[in-house]
């Protein structure tokens, strides 16, 4: 029992109180480049890269330093960290795969059945107005007319609503789901281009909001009404985020 004690002893030598200390303050800093990388506004992709290498290093450090947990045969460390790298690499290509159909691909927003069926009654509407005699050139007139309201003087980024600038309004009510930038985030992507219903669409979407989602009526929880609502729709279409 000694002589194996003896043996473990030679071949694990005891950590010292200054190794801990500094293998603490290793430990520490990584810690606190990981939060400030995920206050830093990276990209999704990137940061969680980044979160997943710093992740290993401190587990690589407790497991090899701390707890003394090593392969007897290199061979057997190279398979396991062959093994971690293709763990790590089909992961952050499953996050690049999903980032990159969540980006690149046409999301209308909230495309529910509800939003489907709001769609096509739009639509319809559109259609019933032509009938009667109002064209295309009647709808324009009724956008334009809209627009001039919601968006002081024609102007979409000199809307109000609520009394304060349609941009101040939008980052501080919206962009905590759809992002500082409108890029998206638990809400859709709002940048014009992605934009391509019908504003009776959209504005109907701000002030009843959509059934299983987390868009909620702006109408019943902030009070917003159609010059409101039209005023976000015309700054979230025609102004560049």
């Given at each position: 029992m000694?002589?194996?004690?003896?043996?473990?002893?030679?071949?694990?030598?005891?950590?010292?109180?200054?190794?801990?200390?500094?293998?603490?303050?290793?430990?520490?800093?990584?810690?606190?480049?990981?939060?400030?990388?995920?206050?830093?506004?990276?990209?999704?992709?990137?940061?969680?890269?980044?979160?997943?290498?710093?992740?290993?290093?401190?587990f690589?450090?407790?497991?090899?330093?701390?707890?003394?947990?090593?392969?007897?045969?290199?061979?057997?460390?190279?398979?396991?960290?062959?093994?971690?790298?293709l763990?790590?690499?089909?992961?952050?290509?499953?996050?690049?795969?999903?980032?990159?159909?969540?980006?690149?691909?046409t999301?209308?927003?909230?495309?529910?059945?509800?939003?489907?069926?709001?769609?096509?009654?739009?639509?319809?509407?559109?259609?019933?107005?032509?009938?009667?005699?109002?064209?295309?050139?009647?709808?324009?007139?009724?956008?334009?007319?809209?627009?001039?309201?919601?968006?002081?003087?024609?102007?979409?980024?000199?809307?109000?609503?609520?009394?304060?600038?349609?941009?101040?309004f939008?980052?501080?009510?919206?962009?905590?789901?759809?992002?500082?930038?409108?890029?998206?985030?638990?809400?859709?992507?709002?940048?014009?281009?992605?934009?391509?219903?019908?504003?009776?669409?959209?504005?109907?979407?701000?002030?009843?909001?959509?059934?299983?989602?987390?868009?909620?009526?702006?109408?019943?929880?902030?009070?917003?009404?159609?010059?409101?609502?039209?005023?976000?729709v015309?700054?979230?279409?025609?102004v560049?985020?």
């Amino acid at each position: 029992m000694e002589h194996e004690a003896t043996a473990h002893a030679n071949e694990h030598p005891p950590t010292t109180i200054r190794q801990y200390v500094l293998i603490g303050a290793i430990l520490t800093v990584l810690t606190l480049i990981e939060l400030w990388l995920s206050y830093s506004g990276l990209p999704h992709g990137p940061l969680i890269a980044a979160l997943l290498v710093f992740s290993a290093i401190k587990f690589a450090i407790v497991v090899a330093l701390f707890m003394h947990l090593r392969f007897d045969n290199r061979l057997f460390t190279r398979m396991f960290l062959f093994g971690l790298v293709l763990a790590g690499s089909l992961l952050l290509a499953l996050l690049g795969l999903f980032s990159d159909n969540h980006d690149s691909r046409t999301v209308e927003a909230y495309a529910t059945p509800g939003a489907v069926a709001a769609h096509e009654a739009a639509a319809e509407a559109g259609g019933h107005g032509e009938g009667e005699g109002g064209g295309q050139s009647g709808g324009g007139e009724a956008a334009g007319g809209a627009t001039t309201e919601g968006g002081d003087g024609g102007d979409p980024a000199a809307g109000m609503v609520q009394g304060i600038p349609v941009a101040e309004f939008f980052q501080a009510n919206c962009a905590v789901c759809h992002g500082q930038n409108r890029e998206g985030l638990v809400g859709p992507a709002l940048t014009p281009e992605r934009l391509t219903q019908p504003d009776e669409f959209y504005h109907d979407t701000i002030l009843n909001g959509r059934p299983g989602t987390a868009m909620p009526s702006w109408a019943a929880t902030k009070g917003l009404n159609d010059a409101d609502a039209n005023a976000l729709v015309q700054f979230l279409k025609h102004v560049e985020r």
